[in-house]
């Protein structure tokens, strides 16, 4: 699986971004695709992931309701829209994508895009 993340860039403080994660090679069930955060100094941090149908989904809580994880069939991607950024929401966003279910996929997972800067300040 080759993932290529995009769509980072700088925002104000209340604005939104979408970020795309286009997949290519061996795409599909039972694969599940994720957006994680790392700012400097931090860990990398789980955001949301999906099925490849599309079918479930799972966040973090300290997103849920401000990001939405969906999926394009048709273009194998993945989006990432994030509502309401928060200069703490700073950080280089990465997409991965495992063999796994939409709650175990970690920061373990096997295959990553190579992450897309959001920077958010006024």
């Known amino acids: 699986v080759q993932l290529q993340a995009s769509g980072g860039g700088l925002v104000q403080p209340g604005g939104s971004l979408r970020l795309s994660c286009a997949a290519s090679g061996r795409t599909g069930n039972p694969y599940v695709v994720a957006w994680f955060r790392q700012a400097p100094g931090d860990q990398r941090e789980f955001l949301a992931s999906?099925?490849?149908?599309?079918?479930?989904?799972h966040y973090a809580d300290s997103v849920k309701g401000r990001f939405t994880i969906s999926r394009d069939n048709a273009k194998n991607t993945v989006y990432l829209q994030m509502n309401s950024l928060k200069p703490e929401d700073t950080a280089v966003y990465y997409c991965?994508?495992?063999?796994?279910?939409?709650?175990?996929?970690?920061?373990?997972?096997?295959?990553w895009g190579q992450g897309t800067q959001v920077t958010v300040s006024s």
């Open positions: 991965a994508a495992a063999y796994t279910t939409v709650q175990k996929i970690s920061a373990g997972a096997p295959y």
């Open positions: 999906i099925t490849w149908s599309g079918s479930s989904t």
